[in-house]
């Protein structure tokens, strides 16, 4: 599970970067008492949090089947991911625009504000190089599918949520910066509030985008549609199958792939030789796509020649 493996690196690079940010920016926020500032600890702080969920639910997506989950516990990954994109919703987003309201009522001009330019300048540094991996590593899983589609093609529910986080905190950055800037030119406090604000609706609304992109997952989405051509297309390999059809793919977990079909076969296929020709089929699939970690070939006919044949006797 190479995937997973270079996933469960990104984690941990995000935490250990957003663990150093929260401190200082932390620190920032107490020195100068701006709320932006504040309002980017908390989201500092959550992610960590967020990091130690996605860790966990890598740990648990390995465990190998068993009586009661046959198929795995690959999906355990999208349960954590979501309930990582539910806490950056609440967590990181909602106290965010609360906070923002709150200093639109009880506006404070923040102090010693070089501090946190030195600060959030530290942060958006470390922040955005984590952030830059992360678009190197999507750059080179995606190939020459467009960047914004493969995110929400993508079944490494992992590294999109750490992606996410990572956008969404550089964002939060870049406005934390602007709203500070605003106010030391301007002398008035309500850019910070404003900034604040605008803090929690990024927030918001990434965490929205990952949340319902991981819950089409988590419900039971299709494989890559380069897994359903591929089964069509070992037709031609197979000389004793004459058509596949009703093929069903579906992704159980980041790397982990069922697939499900029926195949026609050449009239008078003795069994043997149709089992022979389904183990043959099966075996190349898994070549092609080693994701595919669970195959069931039927014989059949299609339901128009079903109809035929009946009819004829």
Same mark, same amino acid.
């Not at 020195?31 to 890598?58: F, K, M, P, R, W």
């Not at 909602?94 to 009522?105: A, D, M, N, P, Q």
């Given at each position: 599970?190479?995937?997973? =493996? *270079?996933?469960?690196?990104?984690?941990?690079?995000?935490?250990?970067? $957003? +663990?150093?940010?929260?401190?200082?920016?932390?620190?920032?926020?107490?020195?100068?008492?701006?709320?932006?500032?504040?309002?980017?600890?908390?989201?500092?702080?959550?992610?960590?949090? $967020?990091?130690?969920?996605?860790? %966990?639910? %890598?740990?648990?997506?390995?465990?190998?089947?068993?009586?009661?989950?046959?198929? +795995? @516990?690959?999906?355990?990954? @999208?349960?954590?991911?979501?309930?990582?994109?539910?806490?950056?919703? /609440?967590?990181?987003?909602?106290?965010?625009? @609360? *906070?923002?309201?709150?200093? !639109?009522?009880?506006?404070? !001009?923040?102090?010693?504000?070089?501090?946190?330019?030195?600060?959030? &300048?530290?942060?958006?540094?470390?922040?955005?190089?984590?952030?830059?991996?992360?678009?190197?590593?999507?750059?080179?899983?995606?190939?020459?599918?467009?960047?914004?589609? @493969?995110?929400?093609?993508?079944?490494?529910? &992992?590294?999109?949520?750490?992606? +996410?986080?990572?956008?969404?905190?550089?964002?939060?950055?870049?406005?934390?910066?602007?709203?500070? /800037?605003?106010?030391?030119?301007?002398?008035?406090?309500?850019?910070?509030? /404003?900034?604040?604000? !605008?803090?929690?609706?990024?927030? /918001?609304?990434?965490?929205?985008?990952?949340?319902? *992109?991981?819950?089409?997952?988590?419900?039971?989405?299709?494989?890559?549609?380069?897994?359903? =051509?591929? %089964?069509?297309?070992?037709?031609?390999?197979?000389?004793?199958?004459?058509?596949?059809?009703?093929?069903?793919?579906?992704?159980?977990?980041?790397?982990?792939?069922?697939?499900?079909?029926? &195949?026609?076969? *050449?009239?008078?296929?003795?069994?043997?030789?149709?089992?022979?020709?389904? $183990?043959?089929?099966?075996?190349?699939?898994?070549?092609?796509?080693?994701?595919?970690?669970?195959?069931?070939?039927e014989p059949d006919m299609p339901p128009s020649a079903a109809v035929t044949a009946a009819a004829s006797e």
């Amino acid at each position: 599970m190479a995937g997973t =493996d *270079e996933s469960t690196k990104h984690i941990l690079q995000s935490l250990v970067a $957003n +663990g150093v940010i929260a401190v200082a920016k932390g620190g920032a926020a107490f020195v100068t008492g701006s709320g932006a500032l504040l309002a980017e600890t908390i989201h500092s702080a959550a992610d960590c949090g $967020n990091q130690v969920l996605l860790l %966990v639910g %890598v740990k648990r997506a390995r465990k190998p089947p068993d009586a009661t989950h046959p198929f +795995g @516990y690959g999906r355990d990954l @999208y349960f954590w991911s979501f309930i990582v994109a539910l806490f950056m919703f /609440v967590g990181g987003g909602g106290f965010s625009i @609360y *906070e923002g309201l709150h200093k !639109l009522g009880h506006p404070e !001009l923040p102090e010693r504000v070089w501090v946190g330019y030195v600060i959030l &300048a530290f942060s958006l540094l470390i922040e955005g190089a984590a952030t830059w991996e992360n678009v190197r590593e999507l750059n080179r899983r995606r190939g020459i599918v467009p960047f914004f589609r @493969y995110l929400k093609r993508s079944k490494d529910s &992992a590294l999109v949520v750490v992606f +996410g986080e990572n956008a969404a905190a550089t964002v939060g950055l870049i406005l934390a910066l602007a709203s500070l /800037v605003a106010v030391d030119v301007t002398g008035n406090p309500i850019f910070d509030a /404003v900034g604040t604000l !605008l803090i929690g609706v990024v927030l /918001v609304l990434v965490a929205a985008f990952l949340a319902v *992109e991981i819950k089409s997952l988590l419900v039971g989405e299709a494989a890559d549609p380069v897994v359903h =051509d591929a %089964v069509c297309e070992l037709v031609r390999s197979q000389p004793l199958i004459e058509e596949i059809f009703e093929v069903i793919t579906v992704q159980q977990g980041a790397g982990e792939v069922l697939v499900a079909c029926k &195949a026609r076969f *050449e009239d008078g296929a003795e069994p043997r030789q149709i089992c022979d020709a389904i $183990n043959a089929f099966e075996a190349e699939l898994r070549a092609r796509h080693p994701e595919v970690k669970w195959c069931f070939v039927e014989p059949d006919m299609p339901p128009s020649a079903a109809v035929t044949a009946a009819a004829s006797e």
